[in-house]
């Protein structure tokens, strides 16, 4: 198993920038790939960023390419998720997600997120 948790999230205004972080615990050596996730109130949870967690490239949404960026440090087992420029449509719940099978969908470990509000 594989524990994840979130922190770093708060209230910012338009135009500002928060970095979120994700600590990962346990089976952290059977990660194949990590990625965040979204969900603002009445909206389903949408993908954000992610990237394989031995390396390669990283990919993003298109409603958060060039001002999000996703990163790790191997040595702490911490994801990050570096937000700049953010909109009030960036608010939701931040969640962090994790696997262990080497394909494009599907994630077994979930944290239990962090809010991010953006005011106008």
């Known amino acids: 198993q594989v524990q994840l948790v979130e922190s770093g999230g708060g209230l910012v205004q338009a135009g500002g920038s928060l970095r979120l972080s994700c600590a990962a615990s346990?089976?952290?050596?059977?990660?194949?790939?990590m990625a965040w996730f979204r969900q603002a109130p009445g909206k389903e949870r949408e993908f954000v960023a992610r990237f394989n967690w031995s390396g390669g490239n990283t990919y993003y949404a298109d409603s958060v390419k060039g001002r999000f960026t996703i990163s790790r440090d191997n040595a702490k087992n911490t994801v990050y998720l570096q937000m700049n420029s953010l909109k009030p449509e960036d608010t939701a719940v931040y969640y962090c997600?994790?696997?262990?099978?080497?394909?494009?969908?599907?994630?077994?470990?979930w944290g239990r997120g962090t809010q991010v509000t953006v005011s106008s």
């Open positions: 997600a994790g696997d262990a099978r080497a394909t494009t969908i599907g994630y077994d470990y």
């Open positions: 346990g089976r952290t050596f059977s990660i194949y790939k």
